[in-house]
């Protein structure tokens, strides 16, 4: 695919005008590689990687006239890795949820679906 590996840099920012271009140049490559290659759209996958709260709040609260009611443990800000993916052919996958932590013990006591990916990392 002519692909090499670099360092990620802000050096080569596009503009606006060149964007539209540059996507429809990426978008021919990829289709022409999966034409070529017979690549089936079900293998196909785009997967983002996001933080989620443990406990999420919103940013709103109901109160009575004066009275401000606020938010419990909103200072948390515990959070866990998910990672959502879609096939080109638009099944979601499971879901992976990643737990910081060394062993089994970091994951939560609830039990999850069975096809959900639940795993931990050490610490860096």
């Not at 919103?58 to 009611?69: C, D, L, M, N, V």
């Amino acid at each position: 695919m002519g692909y090499v590996k670099r360092k990620g840099s802000n050096a080569g920012k596009i503009t606006v005008a060149q964007f539209k271009e540059v996507q429809e140049v990426f978008l021919a490559d990829i289709q022409a590689e999966v034409l070529m290659n017979d690549v089936h759209p079900q293998i196909i996958c785009h997967w983002d990687q996001t933080p989620v709260h443990y406990v999420p709040t919103g940013e709103w609260t109901r109160h009575r006239q004066k009275e401000i009611i606020p938010f419990a443990n909103s200072d948390d800000k515990c959070q866990i890795s998910a990672v959502l993916a879609v096939t080109q052919a638009g099944k979601y996958l499971p879901p992976q949820f990643i737990y910081q932590g060394t062993t089994a013990c970091c994951h939560p006591a609830k039990s999850f679906p069975t096809n959900w990916d639940n795993c931990h990392t050490p610490n860096p």
